[in-house]
């Protein structure tokens, strides 16, 4: 390990040859303290001023989501109130109010801005964002990719036998027209079967009958939607702390994203030794000036399902104490929701 010595000499030098002057720790909180009441949060920044100033404009915040034990027994109240509605009109009682406002509470607790959630978690397991955000300098380039899946899909002679047959007869086709159909699909059936037969008793007989007919008997192929693929979100940034402050701020920063990604087991004895609470969530938006940016993508509640930290680059550095004078931190995260035409419309 190399160390750049003096207590605080190694953070000045490096600090004096990039501005003119380093803020004190007051300095600090008193421009965080303006830059908070202006935007209305409390963060982790890096850069510090990463929020207020004018020359950068864009970063990317990142909002711890955890589970709410207020909110979920709200939740299971108001759905009780809804069932009880359910099983006697008005729940023998319940006041025509209070049932509106059970369900809109439920109904509020299955959106994600503003969308109505498709995720189990989302919908059953309220939770609240935490005051504190971790606003980080914006990538040279950010990216977000769709996809629709898609996979081939055999449909034999019998399956498309019996599909024109149940569709004919619920056309009112006639029963003579439904029998020419079913003769003709029955022979092509009874004609692969025999080929199978003698192929499996003679090798090599399908093939003969193949090439002296000029033409092989195949399954039609067919290209069918599957499904909805979920987004994923890689982010990576590099720290150089400038002070002892944004060297203490960048160690928080990991420290946040790590602390909120694990979980710890729950409960006693053997089964407490098999459960796990459910890590804490993200919310995640690019903002500019203090605002969501509306010409980016949305980004739906997400968990941090893989995060590396590189300490040093091509060597290690580290200042008086061993701080480290570099730090990477890469990020990668996952859509809990499938995005569809509704999140599409409302600007994911």
């Known amino acids: 390990m190399i160390s750049i010595r003096g207590k605080l000499s ?25 830059i908070h009441e202006k935007f209305s949060t409390t963060n982790l920044a890096y850069p510090l001023n990463v929020e207020g ?8 915040s990142f909002f711890v989501r955890v589970t709410s034990p207020a909110k979920l027994k709200a939740y299971k109240q108001a759905k009780s109130i809804i069932s ?11 006041s025509r109010e209070a049932l509106l406002k059970a369900r809109k509470a439920v109904e509020s607790a299955k959106t994600s801005n503003g969308v109505k959630s498709n ?13 504190t955000a971790i606003s980080l300098y914006m990538p040279p380039s950010v990216q977000v990719s769709y996809e629709t899946k898609y996979g081939e ?3 034999g002679m019998l399956a498309e036998t019996g599909y024109d047959a149940i569709k004919g007869f619920m056309s009112g086709e006639s029963s003579k027209a439904l029998t020419m ?49 979920r987004r994923n979100f890689s982010f990576s940034f590099v720290f150089i702390p400038k002070s002892e402050q944004e060297a203490q701020v960048i160690k928080d920063i990991v420290y946040q994203f790590k602390y909120h990604m694990a979980a710890n087991y729950v409960g006693g004895g053997a089964a407490g030794q098999r459960e796990m609470k459910i890590p804490s969530m993200f919310d995640i938006e690019y903002m500019h000036i203090g605002k969501q940016n509306q010409n980016l993508n949305k980004i739906s509640t997400c968990v941090l399902s893989k995060m590396d930290v590189e300490y040093g680059g091509d060597r290690y550095v580290a200042y008086e104490g061993g701080v480290p004078q570099t730090t990477k931190l ?16 409302a600007g994911f």
């Open 330 to 345: 890469s990020l990668s995260f996952s859509e809990m929701e499938i995005i569809t035409k509704d999140h599409i419309e």
């Open 181 to 229: 159909k079913a003769l003709e699909g029955g022979g092509q059936i009874v004609k692969q079967m025999a080929l199978a037969a003698i192929e499996t008793a003679a090798p090599g007989a399908k093939a003969l009958f193949a090439i002296d007919r000029g033409k092989v008997i195949t399954p039609k192929m067919e290209l069918m939607f599957e499904g909805i693929g």
């Open 10 to 34: 190694g953070f000045n030098k490096l600090a004096s040859s990039i501005r003119p002057a380093v803020p004190t720790l007051r300095d600090t909180l008193v421009t965080a303290s303006r």
């Open 119 to 131: 995720a189990i978690q989302i919908q059953n397991i309220p939770s609240v964002r935490l005051k």
């Open 84 to 94: 009880a509605a359910a099983a006697d009109e008005f729940g023998g009682g319940i």
């Open 153 to 155: 899909q055999e449909i």
């Open 53 to 60: 100033d004018p020359q950068q404009g864009h970063y990317i």
